[in-house]
């Protein structure tokens, strides 16, 4: 019997499988035993079939492909974020997604997983609760997520061309044991001394998301790519009733807390007492209690499950296949609070207490004036500046997503709190700078 469907099991490939968030789906990928390779410039591990190559190059990904036997790709290759070459981010994200599109379509292969990123959708300002029929702004506000925005527009447009089904998911700051970028940056500032200075009043609230959950979704997307819509548009009774279907919250590093009902609460004082007031503190009591009825929400014609909504849909939102989902820990949280977490736990590790300088703070618009200036130097003297009007707006903006869609359609939920990522992250990134000293 079969683990996963009754149909053949997948063969998958990862491209970029030797780098952070690849390493992680076919981490996954195995441990759950099915049948995994690699494709990569240079590889780290040797626990998989590996195929190197360059996916621009359609003959090396084809031959990849071929060999390997794959029925599902997992594109998670990209240059990271703040490199100051344009015409780089284009020749992988945008022609080697091509590629990879070009050479699936040619060999039949059913399934490609694309690994977009929520800030192709970021403009430089406030991003509240936003989900995925926000468009990316007509001018990107850099090249790695102009070309991340083209790239998921190659991949949606190639959904059921050929047999080929395809997915993108969009990630918020992803984080996690691996990353060389965000913790690294965190960890040079914390070694500098620079920990108490902040740009921004630090009441915006920002994602991030634990490398192992960006995974997770990843693999719940590949198994219901060729899955019908769990909601047909035709029968509008049966929409209704599934968008109405009460969601709890994230409450992974919460952790959940019971709500009061009218017939289920702490009486508290009162002069006569209610009616079935015994039974009524007996539910609150009871760790097994559940209301007779489901709880109900309510949604505004603006909402994207609104009733007027999904029956003015042309393409089902309850499907996976040529959609775009937001995928991130659903735990907002201020944008500071997580870095002195980071940093918090750096000072812990090693013994120190540079933390608990006194914060000083600079507004938004001293930020924004000396990153214009530091970008104005940095052209000049031809070095790359590590302070940039980008990363000012983005540390002191809200940025965070709705991934209702996520948690409806792919079954998406959260499997590692912030919490817990962050210790990880921080365990694993010092065990990597003892190990190799002169690197970070």
């Known amino acids: 019997m079969s683990t996963h469907t009754d149909k053949p099991r997948d063969v998958y490939i990862v491209f970029g499988g030797s ?61 990271p974020h703040g490199m100051q070459d344009p015409a780089l981010y284009w020749r992988v994200n945008v022609d080697g997604t091509r590629t990879i599109i070009n050479a699936a379509h040619a060999l039949g292969v059913r399934k490609l997983v694309f690994t977009s990123s929520a800030g192709l959708v970021f403009n430089g300002g406030d ?21 991340k925005a083209k790239a998921e527009e190659l991949v949606l447009a190639a959904n059921g061309v050929k047999g080929l089904l395809t997915v993108s998911l969009r990630p918020a700051g992803i984080f996690g044991p691996g ?41 719940l997307a590949a198994d219901k790519l060729d899955k019908e819509p769990v909601v047909d548009l035709s029968n509008p009774a049966q929409v209704v009733e599934i968008a109405s279907t009460y969601l709890p919250p994230v409450t992974l590093t919460t952790g959940s807390h019971k709500i009061p009902t009218s017939e289920a609460r702490p009486l508290g ?32 014609r603006f909402d994207q499950f609104s009733e007027s909504s999904l029956t003015n849909a042309t393409t089902s939102p309850y499907q996976v296949a040529g959609q775009a989902f937001f995928i991130t820990n659903g735990e907002p949280v201020y944008f500071w609070d997580y870095a002195r977490s980071i940093c918090y736990r750096f000072d812990k590790h090693y013994g120190t207490e540079k933390y608990k300088k006194k914060t000083i703070v600079m507004s938004n618009t001293v930020g924004l004036i000396l990153a214009h200036a530091a970008e104005w130097w940095g052209w000049l003297s031809g070095k ?15 940025k965070w997503h709705n991934i209702e869609k996520a948690r409806r359609v792919l079954g998406y939920e959260p499997i590692v709190d912030l919490d817990t990522g962050m210790q990880r992250t921080v365990d694993a990134y010092v065990q990597w700078v003892d190990a190799n000293p002169g690197k970070a």
């Open 384 to 398: 790359q500046p590590a302070f940039t009007v980008y990363r000012v707006k983005l540390v002191c903006k809200h």
């Open 269 to 300: 004082p009162y002069v006569e007492p209610p009616q079935n007031a015994e039974q009524i503190e007996a539910n609150w009591n009871n760790p097994d209690y559940k209301a007779p009825q489901p709880r109900q929400i309510r949604r505004s």
């Open 19 to 79: 780098g952070f968030v690849g390493r992680h789906i076919v981490e996954q990928l195995m441990a759950r035993g099915d049948a995994v390779s690699v494709f990569d410039i240079v590889q780290k591990y040797h626990d998989t079939p590996f195929y190197t190559g360059d996916i621009t190059e359609e003959e090396q990904v084809a031959d990849a492909l071929r060999k390997s036997g794959a029925t599902c790709i997992m594109h998670t290759v990209s240059p």
């Open 127 to 147: 991003l509240i609760n936003v989900d995925e029929r926000a468009a990316p702004p007509e001018k990107a506000m850099d090249a790695y997520n102009e070309s």
């Open 179 to 219: 990353d060389r970028q965000g913790t690294a940056g965190f960890y040079d500032v914390w070694k500098r001394g620079q920990t108490h200075w902040q740009i921004g009043d630090n009441t915006n609230l920002f994602d991030w998301t634990y490398v192992g959950n960006v995974a997770h979704a990843h693999l």
